[in-house]
């Protein structure tokens, strides 16, 4: 298929899948879109295989190549986006938990999964060499912002709590993909498997990419302290995020940490103190629409992406019994990290990490990343375990994450009711 015929056919979906779901289903936006696009998927599947329909969206699955329309197409711009409103000040207050979340408890929740689904893998007969299993941790290690924050917002969860996870999801997939890209290299060869090594390269690309934002960040806000005019600047802008993503990667430095770093440059310094407010209004207007029409693609995408999987009984059993694995290791790998931490802070509400496990949903990086994986049987494995726990993850995850940030709201309620309580009365004893 001609790219535009891919775009039409995309775009489309989207739209009509837009339209049925704020009409007549009424979930977030995300999540109703990819619903209706597996059913679609599962509904095409059971039809006969001659279907029209099923012929052309497979056709349009391959010519797609979801890796590399994700990992470098999308990703540049929602990083972008999703960066250009998060408060650098309040980043800044809560530096120490996101640093931690988004690189120990990435690399911690790798190995555990990676041991967990070595053992997985052959209680169920299924041959997967444990440097495969380290890099299934690292790709479905990473948590997806897309959709956890519009009903953490919803459910009007607290603002740390919201800052937290925003702040680990933009810095933690930069990490995972280098993490993915140097364990893969391991893997096929192309790098000596030497910790030294690992750790090398994985600190080389991800202060590199920090340091090219910074330099392309600030590029453009000289730039745009030179001009008044909103068509340039949100054009400057559009050229940021896809040249600095392009030069990162061609540098072969982390280039979502690049894009992350210059859009909170943007976002902060030059929306506040560079920019007019029809400028900026423009600026907001035209990132928003981005984000939607590139998420509302994005999540069409994983719900049809069932149409080219090869699922069977096993690598389905193991995609399952992967799930609790999955949460578990990501209890531990944020819990351990936290607890440490609030010896010296109090700056975490009760539940902070029953919230952080299960807010931490998977998306589109997940399955982008276990599609680059070596073509083979143990490529088609991973794939498929994979695409079970993201689903789990958006669909279960996702639709009872906002019930469970009331419920633990409240209960936080009581608790800080009952101290306030108990210490009233002891004052009064104490007179």
């Not at 790219?3 to 979906?13: P, Q, R, T, W």
């Not at 590139?294 to 080219?308: D, H, R, S, T």
């Not at 209960?411 to 007179?431: G, Y």
Request: net charge negative; with cysteine; aromatic share 6%.
């Amino acid at each position: 298929m001609h790219l535009f015929d891919i775009l039409a056919v995309l775009l489309s979906l989207a739209a009509v899948f837009s339209w049925i779901n704020h009409r007549f289903i009424r979930l977030p936006t995300t999540i109703g879109l990819m619903l209706i696009a597996l059913l679609l998927s599962l509904g095409l599947l059971i039809a006969p295989l001659d279907s029209e329909w099923h012929t052309l969206l497979k056709q349009l699955l391959e010519d797609v190549h979801f890796e590399d329309t994700v990992l470098h197409g999308m990703l540049g711009f929602l990083l972008f986006a999703g960066a250009l409103h998060v408060n650098l000040h309040d980043l800044a207050r809560h530096k120490w938990v996101i640093a931690t979340l988004a690189s120990a408890s990435v690399v911690g929740a790798t190995l555990l999964i990676a041991l967990g689904g070595w053992l997985l893998f052959g209680l169920l007969g299924l041959d997967v060499p444990f440097i495969y299993c380290l890099l299934f941790g690292a790709l479905i290690s990473p948590t997806d912002p897309i959709a956890v924050l519009g009903i953490l917002k919803k459910a009007n969860a607290p603002e740390s709590l919201n800052t937290k996870i925003t702040g680990e999801s933009l810095f933690n997939d930069g990490v995972a993909v280098v993490l993915f890209l140097t364990l893969l290299g391991i893997a096929t060869g192309e790098h000596e498997a030497s910790l030294f090594g690992a750790l090398g390269m994985l600190g080389y690309e991800v202060i590199g990419g920090a340091l090219l934002g910074i330099l392309s960040g600030g590029l453009v806000l000289l730039m745009l302290s030179r001009v008044d005019d909103y068509q340039v600047e949100i054009l400057l802008t559009l050229a940021l995020a896809t040249g600095g993503y392009a030069l990162a990667e061609q540098l072969h430095l982390s280039a979502p940490i690049a894009i992350v770093v210059a859009g909170l440059m943007i976002g902060n310094h030059g929306r506040r103190h560079l920019m007019s407010d029809q400028t900026r209004q423009h600026l907001d207007d035209f990132w928003e629409l981005v984000d939607e029409i590139l998420n509302a693609v994005l999540f069409v995408l994983i719900g049809l992406e069932v149409l080219v999987l090869e699922l069977s009984g096993g690598p389905l059993l193991a995609g399952a019994l992967a799930i609790p694995l999955v949460l578990a290791a990501r209890a531990l790998s944020v819990g351990l990290p936290i607890r440490m931490m609030r010896r010296r802070s109090s700056d975490f509400a009760p539940g902070t990490v029953t919230l952080l496990t299960w807010a931490g949903l998977r998306g589109g990086i997940s399955i982008a990343l276990a599609l680059s994986l070596p073509d083979g049987e143990t490529r088609d494995i991973l794939l498929s375990v994979t695409y079970v726990v993201v689903v789990f993850s958006i669909l279960v995850q996702g639709l009872t994450l906002g019930p469970l940030v009331r419920i633990i709201g409240r209960r936080a309620d009581r608790e800080l009711a009952e101290v306030t309580a108990d210490a009233d009365s002891s004052a009064l004893n104490h007179h």
